[in-house]
């Protein structure tokens, strides 16, 4: 029998957005099948018949889910359709530039998967720069690309990373197409944007649990673009945030990461420095720094917030960098750093004078109060740590918002010698219905 030609191009397409293994990819598959409705699922064995191009063609269930993960028509991703009339319609999104068009507009901003992003005539310009984008990649498209990022942003607070990561995916594919070609001064825009993006890209995929390879990849990816357009600021603050995602693995790296987004060659704007600052003192406490240097650290950071503009209204992805960073949200977050200096008293004062009557929004109080959750099991009072937990988890269960559920298990674990209680069994009863939803 004749040998198979292996599909490299979908290879390429896959490491690209992140899925760096087979297993990552599989598991992306599935969950944006889910998120679709679609019911079909795949194994990597699937995937390695695709790669090794022993199948050519997916299947329609599969052809509509990968459309709408790469945001483009197969044919682009080196799969090739079998003649025949049988066939045919299947293969128009190939064979007819209207049909085409109707993909393109469809899957570079995700498609079915979210509530529309854009009007008709925006996606109308999508296609018309994926086609040409030196004619067509203008201030419209750029215009048009933001407001899609700022609505995908949106839908991850309010439904969670798993809603938002297939437009934010979309948005990304549309931007890497398009600067290709662009003029210059659009290229710019175009990349400066991407930078954004990726970067929210990476939040979602830490979000969502993926692996830590898929979130660093979308990080380097945002440096990269912050570099070929000048903007130390963002590179920075993309160093903030690998020292966030990070959580609670090699204190050492986190600060130096931090460190470095306040002290690298660039100049951070006065919000985003003082939430660097913040992680700084963070990491000092992890690494068991003395009480009074995560003290001048942390006036540091408020000492950066008055020097802060007042924000020009409502924050959002492609607003002025870190412009949601508010007085709130580093008083609260002190808590998490006197948490980490192993003063969970301490932290449960911040975390109560701070969260009762706050501003912050639901998945912020809940995250919060996970780690409230946290220091007060750690302090003794394991019935409330149960019940800040119970209030946490209701919030962030149905959108799945992973960074709360990972510290709930954090919670789950030093309760664990309280599991008795009925507070506390309720809590790990919850948690792992949760978990197997």
Same mark, same amino acid.
């Given at each position: 029998m004749p040998g198979h030609t292996p599909n490299g191009t979908f290879v390429t397409a896959r490491i690209k957005r992140g899925w760096r293994t087979q297993e990552d990819f599989a598991e992306a598959y599935n969950a944006t099948a889910g998120t679709s409705g679609s019911k079909a699922r795949i194994s990597v064995r699937q995937v390695r018949r695709w790669e090794s191009g022993q199948t050519l063609w997916p299947n329609r269930d599969a052809r509509q889910v990968l459309i709408r993960m790469f945001g483009m028509p197969l044919g682009h991703l080196g799969f090739v359709p079998p003649a025949g009339k049988a066939m045919a319609r299947d293969t128009a999104a190939d064979d007819e530039p209207g049909m085409e068009d109707h993909v393109l507009?469809?899957?570079?901003?995700?498609?079915?998967?979210?509530? /529309?992003?854009?009007?008709?005539?925006?996606?109308?310009?999508?296609a018309a720069a994926a086609r040409d984008a030196?004619?067509?990649?203008?201030? +419209?498209?750029? +215009?048009?690309?933001?407001?899609?990022?700022?609505?995908? @942003?949106?839908?991850?607070?309010?439904?969670?990373?798993?809603?938002?990561?297939?437009a934010a995916l979309g948005i990304l594919s549309a931007i890497n197409g398009a600067a290709r070609d662009a003029k210059p001064g659009i290229?710019?825009?175009?990349?400066?944007?991407? @930078?954004?993006?990726?970067?929210?890209?990476?939040?979602?995929?830490r979000d969502a649990g993926s692996p830590h390879r898929t979130i660093t990849y979308w990080h380097n990816q945002?440096?990269?673009?912050?570099? *070929?357009t000048s903007d130390g600021a963002m590179h920075a603050y993309v160093l903030l945030r690998q020292a966030q995602a990070m959580g609670r693995h090699d204190p050492a790296r986190i600060l130096a990461l931090a460190d470095a987004?306040?002290?690298? /060659?660039?100049?951070? /704007?006065?919000?985003?420095?003082?939430?660097?600052?913040?992680?700084?003192?963070?990491?000092?406490?992890?690494?068991?720094a003395a009480e009074k240097q995560i003290e001048r650290v942390l006036d540091?950071?408020? #000492?950066?917030?008055?020097?802060?503009?007042?924000?020009? #209204?409502?924050?959002?992805?492609?607003?002025?960098?870190?412009?949601?960073?508010?007085?709130?949200?580093?008083?609260?977050?002190?808590?998490?750093?006197?948490?980490?200096?192993?003063?969970?008293?301490?932290?449960?004062?911040? *975390?109560?004078?701070?969260?009762?009557?706050?501003?912050? #929004?639901?998945?912020?109080? @809940?995250?919060?109060s996970a780690f409230l959750a946290g220091a007060l099991a750690e302090a003794g009072e394991p019935d409330e740590a149960a019940d800040a937990a119970l209030r946490a988890l209701a919030v962030a269960a149905p959108p799945r918002y992973g960074q709360v559920?990972?510290?709930l298990h954090r919670t789950a674990?030093?309760?664990?010698?309280?599991?008795?209680?009925?507070?506390?069994?309720? *809590?790990?009863?919850?948690?792992?219905?949760t978990v197997s939803c």
């Amino acid at each position: 029998m004749p040998g198979h030609t292996p599909n490299g191009t979908f290879v390429t397409a896959r490491i690209k957005r992140g899925w760096r293994t087979q297993e990552d990819f599989a598991e992306a598959y599935n969950a944006t099948a889910g998120t679709s409705g679609s019911k079909a699922r795949i194994s990597v064995r699937q995937v390695r018949r695709w790669e090794s191009g022993q199948t050519l063609w997916p299947n329609r269930d599969a052809r509509q889910v990968l459309i709408r993960m790469f945001g483009m028509p197969l044919g682009h991703l080196g799969f090739v359709p079998p003649a025949g009339k049988a066939m045919a319609r299947d293969t128009a999104a190939d064979d007819e530039p209207g049909m085409e068009d109707h993909v393109l507009r469809r899957t570079f901003v995700g498609g079915a998967l979210v509530a /529309p992003l854009l009007d008709l005539a925006a996606l109308d310009h999508f296609a018309a720069a994926a086609r040409d984008a030196y004619r067509y990649a203008d201030q +419209d498209l750029v +215009d048009h690309l933001r407001n899609a990022l700022d609505e995908t @942003a949106r839908i991850d607070l309010l439904d969670g990373p798993h809603r938002a990561m297939p437009a934010a995916l979309g948005i990304l594919s549309a931007i890497n197409g398009a600067a290709r070609d662009a003029k210059p001064g659009i290229r710019q825009q175009l990349l400066g944007l991407g @930078a954004r993006a990726a970067e929210l890209a990476a939040w979602l995929h830490r979000d969502a649990g993926s692996p830590h390879r898929t979130i660093t990849y979308w990080h380097n990816q945002s440096k990269e673009w912050a570099t *070929f357009t000048s903007d130390g600021a963002m590179h920075a603050y993309v160093l903030l945030r690998q020292a966030q995602a990070m959580g609670r693995h090699d204190p050492a790296r986190i600060l130096a990461l931090a460190d470095a987004a306040t002290s690298g /060659p660039w100049v951070l /704007p006065p919000r985003p420095r003082a939430e660097a600052l913040q992680q700084k003192a963070r990491g000092l406490a992890m690494t068991g720094a003395a009480e009074k240097q995560i003290e001048r650290v942390l006036d540091e950071a408020h #000492g950066s917030l008055d020097q802060a503009a007042e924000p020009c #209204g409502a924050a959002t992805c492609t607003g002025p960098l870190g412009d949601g960073y508010t007085r709130d949200r580093l008083m609260v977050q002190s808590g998490i750093c006197w948490r980490e200096a192993k003063r969970p008293d301490k932290a449960v004062a911040v *975390f109560r004078a701070h969260l009762s009557g706050s501003v912050l #929004g639901p998945r912020d109080h @809940a995250h919060y109060s996970a780690f409230l959750a946290g220091a007060l099991a750690e302090a003794g009072e394991p019935d409330e740590a149960a019940d800040a937990a119970l209030r946490a988890l209701a919030v962030a269960a149905p959108p799945r918002y992973g960074q709360v559920i990972t510290e709930l298990h954090r919670t789950a674990e030093i309760l664990f010698p309280h599991r008795d209680r009925p507070a506390v069994r309720e *809590f790990h009863e919850r948690l792992m219905v949760t978990v197997s939803c």
